[in-house]
Structure formats: structure tokens, C-alpha cells
């Protein structure tokens, strides 16, 4: 393939577009589908920049020819498959090429669908580059066009790969410059739009059949949730709803990752930690205060709820610890949302709920345990902050059932066990609770205490281990109990499996199921 071959036959079919004339319609197809066959090699010499500028510079003048789009569709593809050799400056004459094409564009068919996701292509196939603002502008004149849910797969792939080349991190120990310029656009930023309105079309149902193309997306997520400026572009927006979409798209985001790194952690806790110190106060606004009309602490609830789950997802990494050591603020802060949601949020019990009725802070309660949990596990420090800000006695309240805080009881078991874990003084504090009939006595047979009179004083001691094996008979009343203290290991085998072997109907099996159990 020549020079003058590429530019004959360029030549010829802009002249046939520019006029209209089609008389040798099929001639040049063939001849323009040899060329993009022949540029897939990357040792044939590509066309010249003032070709690609002509070819870019030609905007349909008839969306129902169905000659001029197939031809022009065909010059496109060649200038697709040149553009990762082509100069970056030609990036900018693309991006207003198809502003102007999408702008004059006043029917669509088959064939301009298929121009659309072409010039999506040659924007994915460009070299990484600096025109930022550039893509930015050209986002908006897409939004004005298009709603991205409304977009066929076909295009959703290479904006994609257009957004991950653009602005992924290649290198963590580098600054993400392009990131960077991203995030400093603060107030109409038409890409981090797009990318919120892209990863609300991705179905998380299944994390292990996403696809390569949406783990690829995924991945870019994780960089900008986690880029240090970031935190300065969420804070500076105005409007509360971005926000809180982005608090909800990174409550979903960190639950596919568990391998994040210190910087990426600290990057994450840093904004959500600040977030999360500007809305606890508010949680009880009076939400019918309104500013020029409108709710203005509708979003509270929302953003508590996002940071909360965010904040529990990320307490299983020390790093988490470690903050909150760090900001010592934080932890007063939570557990004040904590006391107030347990004084103003009834829980939603068996008798009194309804079918699939959800209240309001809904999980907030079991997640702040959780996050209590992580932190009192095998440190001092915590068990006895979280006792002093009045923590422990919040837990120990929670130990129920909770529609509205699925497991909650089974997680505030847990962080009542951290809690009470070699520590004499919360140790005490339930004792002398449990005294008052303020704790239920079967919790703390659950975590392993049991409550004692030593001295005339009340005390919370570990309890010792004991094995109870009750075995019920279908249509027969008599039970055998047997209670072994360190000698379970000497039953007798051939005895053992005598039981295992017996039928039992669903009623006698539920029994046994209930009724066998290590204390």
C-alpha cells in the first residue's frame, strides 16, 4: 500500500460524499475496505495528518443516504485503526468532529449508530493525553444528545476503554496527572457524570460473571475513589445529590476489592471520615426545615447510611484501626450517631412489622457494631473508650431482633465478647448491670460469662465449657440427656453412631438441631 493510494482513493470518496455522487459507490467500498484491512498492519505507513484533518473535517449533509453513511463510516474505521500511531494533537479535531456530527445529526438509523460507536473507537484507540477539559467539554455536548442508560453495548465498550486509557493509574507510585486535572474540575464536571451514570447501568449482582470490559471500569473506580485529591473535588461540590451518589457508588465499590493497599485505604477513611464529621451533627436536624422551599437535610440520612457501611466494609484492615486512633473525634462522633438512632428509631420486631417494611437508618445500627467490633478486638485502648462514650451499654441494648438491623443481635454477641475479653472493668460494668435485671442473662451465657456472688459481690466470670447432647425420638416423650465436662472425646464411637443413624421427622430433627449445642 503507497501514499498515493491512500490518498487517491480518500480523495475520491470525499468527492463523491461532497457531492453527492455515487456512481462508483461499490468500487470505492471494496476499495476502502482493502485499506482498512491493509492498516491493521502496523508496518504500512498511515495517511497523512492533513488527510485525517479532511476526513475529520466532513460532517454529513443527509442522515437518510444510506451511500453517504456507509461511505463515510468506511473512512472513519480507516482513521480508527491509524489512531494509536496518529499525533496526539489531532485528539482535539476528532472530539469536535463528532460534537459537530452529533449536533447536526437530526435522525438516527442503523448506520449513524454505527458512526456513533466508530468515533467512540478512535477516541479509545488515542494515545493517553492532556486534553482534559477538551474531553470534558465534548462529554457535555454527549449529555445533551444521549442519557448513557439509553446506549447500546456497543458504544458502552468504548467509552469505557476511552475513560480507563485516559485516566487510570498506570503507576501507584506516580502522581495520576490526568486524574489530577479530572478531579480539579470542580463545579460542571461532564466526566465524572458519565462515569456515575456508567457504573449504575453495571449489574454487581454477580461480581464473579462482571466482564472483562466492566472489571476494567471497575478498576478505574477504585482510582479516582481513591486519588488523594479526591477529597478536596467531593467537598467542593454544591450540590448535595452528587454526594451522595458517589457515597453510594463507593459503598458498593469497596465491597469487590479486598486488597487495598495503606495509601488507598487512607485515602478512602480520609473523606469519609471528614464527610462523616460534617453530617453526624445533623442527624437530628429537623428535617421539615427548608431553604427556598426545598428539604434541605434529606440527604442526611442517605450519606450517614453510605459512610457508616463504607467505614464497616473497611474495619477489617488495620489501617482502619489506626485512624480511628489517629482522629480521636471519630469515635465520640459515632457512637453519638449510634445513641441517637437507638433513642429515635423503634426496631422493627416479628409481631410489629410489616411484609418487607424497611425503617428509616436501616442496617446503620449493625454496622456501627460491626465497626465496634474490629475495633475493641484485642485492644485495651478501645474497649475502654468505647465503655467510657457509653458504647458498651449500647450493644448490650442491641442484643435483639431487629427487622430493620438484619443480625444484629448475632453481631452485637460478637462485639460484646471483644468487648468483655480480658477486660476486668467492662467485666464489671455488666455484672453490676445484670444485678439490676438490665441484661438479659441468656447473652452473656452466649458470649461465655456467667454471672456470680463473690463476697456479696456481683462479678462477671468466664464460663466453663460443657458439652450437651439432647437427642429426641420421633412419637416417644422420653429424652437422654448427657452431660459431659472433658470426657466427650471417650464416648463410644459404635454409640454415637447408633444415634446418627436414627430417622427423624422434620419436627424431632428441628429439636435436635435447637437442643444440640457446645456452652
Known amino acids: 500500500m503507497t501514499d498515493i493510494d491512500i490518498d487517491t482513493i480518500i480523495n475520491r470518496s470525499l468527492y ?4 453527492s455522487e455515487y456512481s462508483e459507490f461499490d468500487l470505492l467500498l471494496n476499495q476502502l475496505s482493502y485499506l482498512i484491512k491493509q492498516s491493521v498492519n502496523s508496518n504500512n505507513k498511515t495517511a497523512s495528518k492533513e488527510q485525517i484533518t479532511r476526513i475529520l473535517d466532513y460532517t454529513p449533509n443527509s442522515f437518510n443516504q444510506v451511500e453517504s453513511l456507509r461511505l463515510y463510516r468506511g473512512l472513519l474505521i480507516l482513521v480508527r485503526n491509524f489512531a494509536p500511531s496518529l499525533n496526539i494533537d489531532l485528539f482535539p479535531i476528532v472530539a469536535n468532529s463528532f460534537e459537530k456530527f452529533l449536533k447536526a445529526l437530526n435522525q438516527t438509523s442503523e448506520w449513524t449508530d454505527k458512526i456513533i460507536e466508530v468515533y467512540w473507537q ?4 488515542f494515545q493517553r493525553n492532556e486534553f482534559t477539559e477538551v474531553t470534558n467539554e465534548f462529554f457535555g455536548q454527549w449529555e445533551c444528545k444521549y442519557k448513557w442508560k439509553d446506549i447500546p453495548v456497543s458504544v458502552m465498550l468504548p467509552v469505557i476503554h476511552f475513560l480507563f ?4 493509574t498506570q503507576d501507584p507510585h506516580i502522581t495520576n496527572e490526568n486524574l489530577l486535572s479530572l478531579l480539579k474540575l470542580f463545579e460542571t464536571n461532564h466526566v465524572m457524570n458519565a462515569v456515575y451514570e456508567i457504573f449504575t447501568i453495571i449489574d454487581f449482582a454477580d461480581t464473579n460473571d462482571i466482564g472483562h470490559d466492566n472489571k476494567m471500569f471497575i478498576h478505574l473506580l477504585y482510582d479516582i475513589i481513591t486519588h488523594e485529591s479526591f477529597q478536596k473535588w467531593i467537598e467542593q461540590q454544591n450540590e448535595e445529590e452528587a454526594i451522595t451518589k458517589w457515597l453510594s457508588l463507593t459503598s458498593v465499590i469497596v465491597q469487590t476489592n479486598t486488597d487495598w493497599n495503606n495509601y488507598e485505604l487512607i485515602a478512602l477513611l480520609s473523606w469519609n471520615g471528614s464527610l462523616f464529621m460534617k453530617y453526624a451533627p445533623l442527624i437530628n436536624s429537623n428535617c421539615n426545615t427548608t431553604v427556598n422551599g426545598e428539604d434541605d437535610f434529606g440527604y ?4 450517614i447510611l453510605a459512610i457508616i457501611a463504607i467505614f464497616a466494609e473497611l474495619s477489617q484492615f488495620n489501617a482502619t484501626k489506626q485512624y480511628f ?8 462522633k459515632l457512637i453519638f450517631v449510634f445513641k441517637w438512632i437507638h433513642d429515635n428509631i423503634e426496631p422493627i420486631t416479628i409481631k410489629s412489622s410489616k411484609i418487607e417494611e424497611v425503617g428509616r437508618y436501616s442496617s446503620v445500627k449493625t454496622n456501627i457494631i460491626t465497626i465496634l467490633s474490629y475495633l475493641s478486638y484485642d485492644s485495651f485502648q478501645f474497649q475502654e473508650k468505647i465503655r467510657e462514650l457509653g458504647g458498651l451499654l449500647l450493644v448490650l441494648s442491641n442484643c435483639i431482633i431487629d427487622n430493620n438491623n438484619p443480625f444484629i443481635k448475632e453481631q452485637a454477641i460478637v462485639c460484646l465478647k471483644y468487648l468483655l475479653q480480658k477486660n476486668p472493668k467492662n467485666q464489671q460494668f455488666v455484672a453490676d448491670l ?3 435485671k438490665v441484661v438479659d442473662d441468656q447473652v452473656l451465657l452466649e458470649v461465655g460469662y456467667q454471672v456470680e456472688v463473690i463476697d456479696g459481690k456481683v462479678a462477671v466470670k468466664k464460663k466453663e465449657k460443657i458439652v450437651y447432647l439432647h437427642y429426641s425420638y420421633w412419637k416417644k416423650t422420653l429424652k437422654f440427656q448427657f452431660i459431659f465436662n472433658g470426657l466427650f472425646d471417650f464416648l463410644n464411637t459404635s454409640f454415637i453412631n447408633q444415634f446418627n443413624s436414627l430417622l ?3 419436627q424431632s430433627f428441628q429439636f435436635c438441631r435447637q437442643n444440640i449445642f457446645v456452652k
Do not use: C, G, M, S
Open 300 to 303: 442526611v440520612e442517605d450519606d
Open 434 to 436: 445484670e444485678a439490676k
Open 504 to 506: 427423624f421427622t422434620a
Open 16 to 19: 463523491a460524499l461532497e457531492n
Open 165 to 168: 486509557r485516559q485516566f487510570n
Open 122 to 125: 478512535i477516541l479509545a484507540n
Open 325 to 332: 486512633e489517629h482522629y480521636e473525634d471519630l469515635l465520640p
